[in-house]
């Protein structure tokens, strides 16, 4: 099995292809890639969606709609294009991810009490250490 190390292994499981036409599957790549680059932020190193979805909400839009789009803490920020997304504008640092997270559950927090108590729940990434 070549280079597989383990069960866990994607070499390891099977892969049904169906035969396509090679330029409507290029037209469907390139569109795909189109609309990921016109909603995500990819002009800038990116630790990704950061929050879990809450149960019948988007977090993007919680965070969009409490008006926190471009909140910087040090070189970390909500992005401009997509607020589920933080994005390094100035070399960011872990702690700076970190107090950004923070400071975004707070405020949507704050600004959730009036409607409905929805706070952001970050998923665990490590920055070195275990931070869960």
């Known amino acids: 099995m070549g280079n597989c190390q383990n069960d866990l292994n994607p070499c390891l499981f099977p892969f049904k292809m169906d035969k396509g036409n090679k330029e409507e599957i290029v037209a469907k790549v390139e569109d795909l890639n189109k609309q990921r680059s016109d909603k995500q932020p990819l002009e ?44 390094n504008v100035n070399n960011a640092t872990c702690e700076d991810y970190k107090n950004l997270i923070k400071k975004v559950q707070e405020k949507e927090k704050e600004y959730n009490l009036s409607i409905i108590f929805l706070y952001l729940m970050w998923k665990p990434y490590s920055c070195g250490k275990n931070y869960t």
């Open 44 to 87: 800038y190193p990116s630790c990704g969606s950061v929050f879990k979805r809450p149960e019948g909400y988007f977090a993007g839009k919680l965070i969009q709609d409490a008006g926190l789009q471009g909140l910087t803490v040090g070189g970390a920020q909500v992005s401009k294009k997509h607020a589920g997304f933080m994005v």
